[in-house]
């Protein structure tokens, strides 16, 4: 039971988290606000942590018995992939996409400048992003691989691996919205999730 009620509150979290900042809704809230969506992205930021923060607690707390053990040399191995992870995670959050935007810092920055924006010019083919398009999503299904002790480990990374893999295909679809026909030609130039396979 313990397990099924940890499925429904990641799978409510990850459908929530979704939602929040699909297409359909966006527009909704972007015709609602007018101006102010530059406030947006912020909130759903930190809407998303708020409600991260106790769900892990509480899925840290339902199950302690551990099941996988890594014996030698799999531990080496571990924290090799472990580690190798968290690095292309945060050099990618770094040097390749705009983190002030990430958190929607930059939208506040701008908040009624008007800036005009020049999104194809804004698709960078170099670095990262000129061996694989979501180097952090990549990066976030390696790492929460590497941390699987326990059977609850294994159901909340199953449902988010998933989670990710739809929410990249469904994240393409507004990027192809926004860069039109140069975002088409990225994705035939380099691979969605698994380097080096085009």
């Not at 699987?148 to 294994?154: A, E, H, N």
Request: charged letters at 15%; a positive charge.
């Amino acid at each position: 039971m313990k397990y099924l009620v940890v499925s429904v509150f990641w799978t409510g979290y990850c459908f929530l988290h979704s939602y929040l900042i699909s297409i359909s809704f966006t527009k909704y809230i972007t015709r609602l606000l007018k101006n102010y969506y530059a406030f947006y992205r912020l909130f759903y930021v930190s809407i998303s942590l708020v409600l991260l923060i106790p769900l892990i607690n509480y899925t840290n707390q339902i199950d302690r018995a551990i099941i996988i053990s890594y014996d030698s040399p799999w531990p080496v191995i571990r924290y090799i992939f472990m580690y190798g992870s968290l690095l292309l995670f945060f050099w990618a959050f770094f040097f390749s996409y705009d983190s002030l935007s990430f958190f929607g810092i930059r939208q506040i920055l701008n908040f009624k400048k008007n800036k005009e924006k020049n999104s194809t010019a804004d698709i960078k083919l170099n670095g990262l992003l000129g061996i694989i398009r979501h180097p952090m999503y990549l990066a976030l299904i390696i790492y929460l691989w590497c941390q699987t002790f326990r059977v609850v480990d294994i159901i909340v990374n199953i449902i988010l691996t998933t989670y990710v893999i739809i929410g990249t295909i469904l994240e393409e679809k507004k990027l192809i919205l926004e860069f039109g026909e140069a975002y088409k030609r990225y994705q035939k130039q380099v691979p969605m999730l698994i380097p080096f396979t085009k």
